[in-house]
């Protein structure tokens, strides 16, 4: 089990990698229209110090998702709920965090045989617009209609991950979805990310 030392040598690191530039960050087959069941999330993390977490949230919570609130360190969800749940099997999780606690996450769970299935950020420019950049399929992209909506973009995001499709496994590559005119309760960015079970040999 990795100790509280080294969990929070990891967060530190975090802060100082350029999560876009990271390799494997990409998305998988989006959902058909006869593809199986959504993926169930064991949690579903956000960010409480934030609104565009809140309002994550809140409409997560209205889709019936299992949620988790952070206050920007994940070694409570780590130690008291991750890492028993992961012993017993791999579970998929998904959030809206900042950049640092999905790292820390993503190498926990590599450990535990999971990955990096998707991810996506939302960066609050100083113009006043959010612009939103998702790696992921066409289908999924269209799905996510980030294009259509302004502040509400978190709304959105909690729809797609309540549909997020079990059988996601084909990467592709990056798109950029056009900026947002919106206002934004803080200069943030923030990523939304999926963490599956591996796909069996």
């Not at 080294?6 to 390799?23: D, H, K, N, T, W």
């Not at 969800?77 to 998929?92: F, S, T």
């Not at 606690?101 to 113009?127: I, K, N």
Request: hydrophobic letters at 45%.
């Amino acid at each position: 089990m990795t100790s509280r030392r080294e969990f929070i040598q990891m967060g530190v690191a975090a802060l100082a990698l350029p999560i876009s530039g990271r390799a494997g960050f990409s998305l998988a087959q989006s959902a058909l229209p006869d593809a199986p069941a959504p993926m169930q999330f064991y949690k579903v993390v956000f960010d409480e110090r934030f609104g565009a977490g809140r309002a994550f949230a809140a409409e997560a919570q209205r889709l019936g998702l299992p949620l988790h609130g952070i206050r920007g360190d994940v070694t409570s969800l780590w130690y008291n709920e991750l890492y028993p749940r992961w012993k017993q099997g791999p579970v998929a999780i998904a959030g809206l965090t900042q950049k640092a606690p999905l790292f820390c996450l993503d190498l926990l769970a590599r450990d535990q045989r999971m990955r990096l299935a998707y991810l996506g950020e939302h960066v609050h420019r100083s113009e006043g617009h959010v612009e939103h950049v998702l790696s992921g399929s066409p289908d999924i992209l269209e799905q996510a209609r980030f294009a259509e909506t302004g502040p509400d973009w978190t709304n959105r995001l909690a729809n797609l991950m309540s549909r997020f499709p079990e059988n996601c496994f084909q990467a592709s590559a990056p798109v950029i979805v056009a900026p947002l005119v919106g206002p934004g309760d803080q200069p943030e960015h923030f990523v939304s990310w999926v963490i599956a079970p591996r796909r069996a040999a």
